[in-house]
């Protein structure tokens, strides 16, 4: 039977009990406690499973109003919510629209994937040069102010990358529901700044006859450290990136297996890397084992070695050999290894992948890793047998 206001004025728990549940029906009823309290409860069914919802305390929400907190909970449940979960999200802090705020909690979530020094560099982008935006609403926030922004950023290098992050920001803005357009899309550069200059690559040496000389003057070298001497021998065989060369530790290398497993951390795209050994990288190793397995690095730094092989170590050795920054860069022996195998007829995804570039989508990738990797086994001994055949 319902309750009644007088009723509910008048209850109290007997001396007996420590406490006493009234219902006033449909779920909603009172519970009197033996210290004098009287809480509003709503009682429901979700899920298969039962639950209580509190709606407040007597007298602070007399009867009627009670009844009014169940009817709302009781429209939730027609809707398919839990009132519980509702009650919840309305307690939750708002979360802020301002552009810093939503920029930061998509770097945030981003930065997982990136390099130690492409965070940096895009939460400085962040701080710094989207520093007009930071204090709008991302709602408010129309193409004019992003063109008034590119305009005053001093480096046109830069104005493509971070346009980018700014059009990025605004997608997670909006599968958020913090905005409904992106109006940085559809902004062409060239038109608000003019032509971008051509970005120029690594230098890179792609004839055969060229790299032949080349290798051989790294491999005859016995100049500079033997640590600088033995990974500028290394890199041409192994198409790493400098930096992957000089963090290689022993653990990664499974000599059995003939593969060098480079963890995701230390790569720059953040996947894991597989690396096939020809027998002659094989052999190379196990001699650079015997010289410097004392160190966890391949390539110690000869200061102090628990860190790796100096930044610009082997750069400075490729120029003392007469290759200067615009005839071969350490970098560009990824490229030239890239123009040759093109040129011999090996797949490009075998070389890609190779190379630890993207190839297709997130689901093909994990089976391209694997189904590529008996073919760039061969492909990495035909390179090496290449090398000494030219050399």
């Not at 429209?75 to 939750?92: E, F, H, V």
């Not at 301002?98 to 940096?120: I, K, M, P, R």
């Not at 346009?163 to 803005?173: G, H, P, T």
């Not at 050999?321 to 970098?331: N, R």
Request: aromatic content about 8%; charged content about 25%; overall charge positive.
């Amino acid at each position: 039977m319902a309750l009644t206001a007088l009723e509910v004025k008048r209850l109290s728990c007997p001396v007996d009990k420590k406490q006493i549940k009234k219902s006033d029906g449909n779920g909603l009823f009172l519970l009197v406690k033996s210290t004098g309290s009287k809480l509003w409860r709503f009682r429901f069914r979700f899920n298969s499973k039962h639950q209580e919802l509190a709606l407040g305390q007597y007298p602070s929400i007399p009867l009627i109003e009670a009844r009014k907190l169940a009817i709302d909970a009781r429209k939730l449940l027609t809707d398919g919510i839990n009132p519980c979960s509702a009650r919840r999200r309305r307690k939750q802090p708002a979360v802020s629209s301002l552009f810093l705020s939503v920029a930061t909690t998509w770097w945030e979530q981003q930065n997982v994937v990136w390099s130690d020094g492409y965070t940096q560099k895009v939460k400085r982008w962040i701080d710094v040069d989207l520093k007009a935006l930071g204090e709008i609403s991302v709602d408010e926030i129309e193409t004019g102010d992003i063109v008034d922004l590119i305009l005053t950023i001093k480096s046109v290098r830069k104005t493509s990358p971070i346009l980018s992050v700014i059009s990025r920001v605004f997608n997670y803005a909006i599968a958020h529901r913090m905005t409904r357009h992106n109006p940085a899309q559809g902004i062409l550069l060239s038109d608000v700044i003019g032509p971008l200059p051509k970005i120029k690559p690594h230098a890179a040496i792609t004839t055969t006859d060229e790299l032949g000389t080349l290798v051989h003057h790294i491999d005859e070298d016995d100049g500079g450290s033997y640590c600088t001497r033995q990974a500028l021998m290394l890199i041409p065989r192994i198409f790493l990136r400098p930096k992957e060369v000089r963090y290689l530790k022993w653990e990664y290398i499974d000599f059995e297996k003939s593969l060098i497993v480079i963890p995701a951390e230390i790569m720059k795209m953040r996947r894991e890397h597989i690396v096939p050994m020809s027998s002659q990288v094989v052999t190379h190793l196990i001699a650079v084992k015997e010289m410097t397995g004392y160190s966890e690095f391949v390539f110690p730094n000869e200061r102090d070695a628990k860190l790796p092989l100096s930044k610009n170590v082997m750069t400075n050795r490729l120029r003392k050999l007469g290759y200067p920054g615009d005839v071969m860069s350490v970098h560009g022996f990824r490229a030239t290894a890239s123009s040759i195998l093109h040129e011999q007829g090996w797949p490009h995804d075998a070389i890609e992948i190779q190379l630890a570039h993207v190839v297709g989508t997130e689901t093909s990738r994990a089976y391209n890793r694997s189904i590529h990797l008996a073919e760039r086994t061969k492909m990495m001994q035909w390179w090496s047998n290449h090398l000494e055949d030219i050399s």
